[in-house]
């Protein structure tokens, strides 16, 4: 495997000579920096995958991932109401019902 080096006085990549192909490669693990620094809104420290989900539970919240089709599910359902196609004959009774019951004195 060829490795290159930038020279900057010559402007040109230039070869390397030196055999690297046993250097150990690593792609690093850069999910170790996701929770870094992080802080909740309340200030607690969220700096670690553990202290996240420590800190969720304790507080009786969940990540929005837990959430996959939700929203999308319920717009599409909002959006059959307001243009009428989901009109159920429970839902329009019930209104009915509501509006008869307020206007009584």
């Known amino acids: 495997m ?9 402007k040109k990549l230039e070869s390397l000579d030196e055999d690297w192909t046993d250097t150990p ?6 999910g170790k ?7 909740a ?6 700096s670690s995958r553990t202290k996240y989900k420590d ?6 919240l969940t990540p929005t991932s837990d959430f996959k089709n939700e929203w999308a599910q319920a717009a599409k359902k909002r959006e059959e109401v307001f ?4 009109d159920k004959k429970q839902r329009r009774e019930a209104i009915e019902r509501a509006i008869y019951q307020r206007s009584k004195p």
Do not use: V
């Open 2 to 10: 060829a490795r290159y080096r930038w020279n900057n006085e010559t």
């Open 41 to 46: 809104t309340d200030g607690t420290d969220i």
């Open 83 to 86: 243009k009428g196609t989901n």
């Open 25 to 30: 490669r690593s792609t690093g693990d850069l």
């Open 55 to 60: 800190y969720l539970k304790a507080a009786g």
């Open 33 to 39: 920096f996701e929770y870094d620094n992080m802080r």
